[in-house]
């Protein structure tokens, strides 16, 4: 089982600019949520995913957005970057009732100069 | 506004030494998560918990639903117990989303 994998790990881009974040879920897992952690501040609700649809959004500008296909796959977009977009975006799978163990991936360092 | 706040922010310890950390939360909850959180980013899913106590090798957490408060006790603290500990919530009314503490960072000399 290869867990929750992100893609790339890295990322460098320019301001203005647009960025897309590929995220696969641990195998069997149906629900993917993303989340933005700063530099030294705990991670911050993006959104969740569950049956392709946006189930729940966190406090995020519209330049946010995501999708996730049929075999569960997500993907975050950000559009027109900002300096202050710069971050470790995680991704964590799981199944979509509560009380449910999540399971994370090892990130993608966006860095927007 | 629903909160959780983590205690110390900062923590260093000797090797051996028996380390506590604690986590508290504004409103009712279905679940409190630790996790850990290593320096290349990657999180580690270590309890979940939504009553009592859990134990997994020298890693204790404990739960107080009516005092809205949880500990992540380490017995027998060693260096490569040292990165950051997270306690993350899913408040009952905000289905399996996660709100974060701001994390505690533990470091273990030998």
């Known amino acids: 089982d290869a867990g929750v994998t992100q893609s790339p790990t890295h990322l460098i881009k320019t301001r203005g600019q647009q960025v897309t974040l590929r995220c696969s879920p641990k195998?069997?897992?149906?629900?993917v949520s993303w989340y933005q952690q700063a530099l030294g501040q705990g991670p911050q609700f993006i959104f969740q995913?569950?049956?392709?649809?946006?189930?729940q959004r966190g406090n995020f500008p519209d330049r946010f957005s995501g999708h996730q296909f049929p075999n569960y796959s997500s993907e975050l977009n950000v559009n027109a970057l900002l300096l202050g977009d710069s971050a470790l975006y995680l991704c964590?799978?799981?199944?979509?009732?509560?009380?449910?163990?999540?399971?994370f991936g090892q990130g993608t360092r966006l860095t927007v100069v | 506004k629903n909160e959780v706040e983590q205690s110390p922010q900062n923590l260093t310890a000797q090797e051996g030494e028996f380390i506590t950390i604690n986590c508290s939360y504004s409103?009712?909850?279905?679940?409190l998560h630790w996790l850990q959180q290593h320096p290349g980013g990657g999180i580690v899913s270590l309890f979940m918990?939504?009553?009592g106590k859990k134990k997994h090798g020298r890693l204790i957490a404990t739960i107080n639903i009516q005092e809205k408060h949880s500990s992540l006790h380490i017995t027998a603290s060693h260096p490569r117990d040292s990165a950051v500990y997270i306690c993350?919530?899913?408040?009952?009314?905000?289905?399996?989303?996660?709100?974060f503490g701001e994390g505690t960072q533990l470091t273990v000399n030998p």
């Open positions: 964590a799978s799981s199944f979509p009732t509560v009380n449910t163990e999540a399971f």
């Open positions: 195998s069997g897992h149906d629900t």
């Open positions: 995913y569950y049956e392709e649809e946006e189930r």
């Open positions: 409103v009712g909850i279905s679940a």
């Open positions: 918990l939504s009553s």
């Open positions: 993350a919530v899913e408040w009952e009314t905000s289905g399996s989303r996660l709100t």
